[in-house]
Each structure stands twice: as structure tokens, then as C-alpha cells.
């Protein structure tokens, strides 16, 4: 595979010179065609040790316009970093529609330094890749563009460049003790990048590999790659690459027809006044000395509250902080995307607002709305809501594997009772502003919303983010369901280790070498 980056190349000083200036005024005409579109560019800088990265990436912030691009390296983990999802910390890496953004290794080196520390296998390698696989042509069909270098020396090259290196006090600082002893293991590392440039060397996500020996030969290359790429970009459509999707559910026509899982709930059940009291006094003491050990084992909660409107969401989530110490919680209310928002991926909002380990996120609604209002109203293409539910899945997925823990309920009622409360919050004062025009229109809609609550929870109630769903016509009775499972499962969760899947291949080192 890398024979090609060993060939000698070459770029004489004045045509670098000539060719540098040309090169140079087109990529910042392109920058600013760039800018008016919604496309965001993410460029990928990786390769051996002493193929001069760096140097490239310095040479990109100079040729471009520099207010346009944000550079990433990801040495080490920050505090925040270490007490979320791995990939929390390239979320906000992740440059807005109409940017660009260079990342150092980005989401490949912890996979390659761990595979050629051999500190995992090549399945769990493979299965790593995988997910870069999927995010990458997650971020593809939302419209970005991926941009991977690979930079590549002989290994008589790089031992020369690693020995100047470490030679020039300029550079000295990047010569760390392991960096400097690459050049012993060459055949070892590049047969882990070969592994790696393979798996994830896909149409719409291709790698692009450099030569590194001559300085300006690898520089012009990647400006005039970068450049053909972007302006291939602007001019036509994404090449998109559809991962499998769950299909349709078609419901029949007849005495049947449309019948969900929503119609299977008893919506009649209901608790006494007093039952009601005793119960409600019992879990939240529970809850809030169960909040506290979870703080202590330093296990984040996500919760997340979906449901009809007036079903109920806002009452149980205050019984659920009314438990709890204020500064364990953060609620957050989702409402219609913000312009800043609608800059980037759906799930990067929800992403921004994942705890810390130890603390608790309460969404009220989330990023089920892609599957739910956007579909039935139209805001999401039919491919882009079907392809969520992978998407989603993907995402709680990596939450359940940090060891998060992970709720979700659903709060139903029926369409009479919704009725009930819409008039009773247009008659009491302080509870005027919960209803609006958008919540009457969305009771025409019932059958749509109720057929695509059904496949959301069919699609997305896995074993480690299950739907709980909850029978809404008495309150007092969807509180105590919300709260007792609330408890029983934070207790089941505490009471063992996490797994620790997502973190097998990933070892998060308590100190960087």
C-alpha cells in the first residue's frame, strides 16, 4: 500500500515559489465560496512520526484564512474529556455548516497508538473502525465533508527526520522519549496503519496518501488535494452511503388497522390520594441517597422524557428534582433548533449537554424528535429520519458503554384526557403559556404521531437503552411509575461494575506518555 509515498518526489524552490502563490489564491476564493454554503469540512491529519504533520498544518493556517479554521490536536484527555463518551471531545471539535476544521489524528489515533502498544486485538480494533465507519458516513449524510491525510516516510527516511529533530531545539519539544524510538518498530506501526487505512478507505471517505520526504512536494500536495476536494464538493451533490435501516411498518388495512403499542397500555390505572403520598415520600428519599452514590462512583444518568403533549413530562421530572440536590442536575428543555444549532449535526446539541461522571442530564424531549415532530410535520426528509434510528442508536450505544446510565419514558394519555387539560391550562393562569396554537394543530395528527411513536420504540428500545412506557391519564399514578423505575433501576446499575465495552479498545491512561 505504501509504495507509492516512497518514490523520491520532488518540488524544486522555484516552482514551490511559482505554484505556492496560484495555490494559495484558490483555496481562499474557495474558502469564501465555502462560507455561504451549508457544508462543514473536517480535515484529518495523520501519519508516522516525523512526516512533518505539524508543518502542514501550519502551512494550511497560512494559505487559508485563518478566522475560518479551528485546529484541533488531541494529546492528552482534559478532566471534562475523561468523564464522557470518547467521542464527546470530537463532537465539539466538529466545525459548524460553511467551516473547516483541521484535527491531529482525530478519531484514528487512539486506535492505532493502542493496537501497536498491543494493548488490544485485531476484532476489537476491527469493531473500533467500525464505529468510524458509521460515524464518518453519519456526518456524510448530513451534508459534510471528510478530508483524511495519511502521511508516510521510508524507514531510513524517518530515522534520518526523527535524529534532526531531535537535534533542532526548535523541535526538541516534540521529541518525546516514544516518538523518538518510532523509527525501531517501523514495520510493526505501518502494518497497524495499513490495517486501519483499509477499513475505513471508503468512497465517500477516501484517505489520501503523502509523501513526506520532500517538504514542498508533500505541501503543494495536500493544498492542491484539498483544494480538488472542496471544489469537487461545491460543485455537486454529497456522495451519500446508506447504512442498512430498519424498513417500514406498513400496518394493515381492517378491524386492526393501526393498532400500536400505545393501545396496548391501560390507561384507566390509577393510585388513592394516600397511597399516592406514601409512595411519593419513599422514592424520592431513595432517589436522592441513590443520586449521591451515583455521584460518588462517579456514574453520569441521562434521562429522557418524551411523550404526548400534555402527557405529563414536566410533573414527573419535578418529582424527580424535588429529590435531588440542585447542583447533581441539569434540565434541559428542547425546543425547535437555534440557528447556531441548525449549524451543525442533530445530535450535536444533545451531545454539548452529556454529564460529567457523577452528574445527571433530564431532557425534556430530545433528539427523538427527528423520528417524531420533524418526521410527521416534514422537517426531516424521509432518508434522513430513517436513517436516525441507527444514528440514535449508535449514539446511546457509546453513552451505555462509558458507563452511563440511560432512561427513557414515554408518557401517554389518551386523546380525551389530553382534551381535559388542554382547557383546564387555557383557563388557569399560570398555566396559560404550556399551551399553544402548535399543540391543537398536533391533535389532528394523532394517528401519525401514534404510528411513529410505535416505531420509534420498536427501532430504538434496545437492551441497553430500553422505553418505559407509561400510562399518563392519572398523575399520580405515571409519577410513582416514573419514579419507582427510576429507582429500581439506578439501584440494579449501582450495585455492579459497568462493562466497560466502549472502553476496551480505548484505555484512557491516568497519565499520557
Known sequence: MFEATKVGRTVDKESFKTQQEALRTQLLEVQRELLQTDIPVIVLISGVEGAGKGEVVNRLNEWLDARGVRTFAFWDETDEERQRPRYWRFWNAIPGRGKLAILFGGWYQAPLEQRFRELCKDAELDAELNRIVDFERMLINDGALIVK???????????????????????????????????????????????????????????????????????????????????????????????????????????????????????????????????????????????????????????????VDAGGKGGAIRRFTNAIDARLYRAIPVAAPTDEEQAYHYLWRFWRHIPRAGYI???????????????????????????????????????????????????????????????????????????????????????QYKAAVNEMVVHTSTEYAAWTLVEGDDKPYARIKVLRTLRDTLKAALAREPDGAGNRLIQRDEKQE
Open 149 to 307: 491525510f495519511w502521511f508516510h516516510l521510508s524507514e531510513q527516511d524517518q530515522k534520518t527526520r526523527l535524529r534532526e529533530l531531535s537535534r533542532d531545539d526548535r523541535s526538541r519539544w516534540k521529541m518525546l522519549p516514544k516518538k523518538g524510538r518510532f523509527h525501531e518498530h517501523y514495520q510493526e506501526y505501518e502494518h497497524v496503519a495499513e490495517r486501519i487505512i483499509r477499513h475505513t478507505d471508503r468512497g465517500i471517505s477516501p484517505w489520501y496518501l503523502i509523501e513526506a520526504q520532500d517538504r514542498r512536494y508533500r505541501d503543494l500536495t495536500v493544498g492542491k488535494t484539498l483544494l480538488h476536494a472542496v471544489k469537487t464538493r461545491l460543485s455537486q451533490p454529497p456522495a451519500t452511503e446508506a447504512p442498512p435501516t430498519p424498513g417500514h411498518l406498513e400496518l394493515p388495512d381492517g378491524p386492526s388497522a393501526r393498532i400500536t403499542l400505545l393501545d396496548q397500555l391501560d390507561l384507566s390505572l390509577s393510585l388513592d390520594r394516600e397511597t399516592y403520598k406514601s409512595e411519593l415520600r419513599a422514592l424520592q428519599q431513595a432517589l436522592n441517597e441513590l443520586a449521591w452514590e451515583a455521584y460518588n462512583k462517579k456514574r453520569s444518568l441521562v434521562l429522557v422524557f418524551e411523550g
Open 361 to 447: 442530564t433530564i431532557y425534556d424531549r430530545s433528539w427523538y424528535g427527528r423520528v417524531l415532530v420533524e418526521r410527521v410535520e416534514g422537517f426531516a426528509t424521509e432518508a434522513e429520519w430513517r436513517r436516525a434510528y441507527a444514528e440514535i442508536n449508535q449514539f446511546e450505544a457509546q453513552l451505555a458503554e462509558s458507563g452511563t446510565i440511560l432512561l427513557k419514558f414515554w408518557l401517554q394519555v389518551s386523546q380525551e384526557e389530553q382534551l381535559r387539560r388542554f382547557k383546564d391550562r387555557e383557563q388557569v393562569p399560570y398555566k396559560r403559556f404550556k399551551i399553544t396554537d402548535e399543540d391543537w394543530r398536533n391533535r389532528e395528527k394523532w394517528p
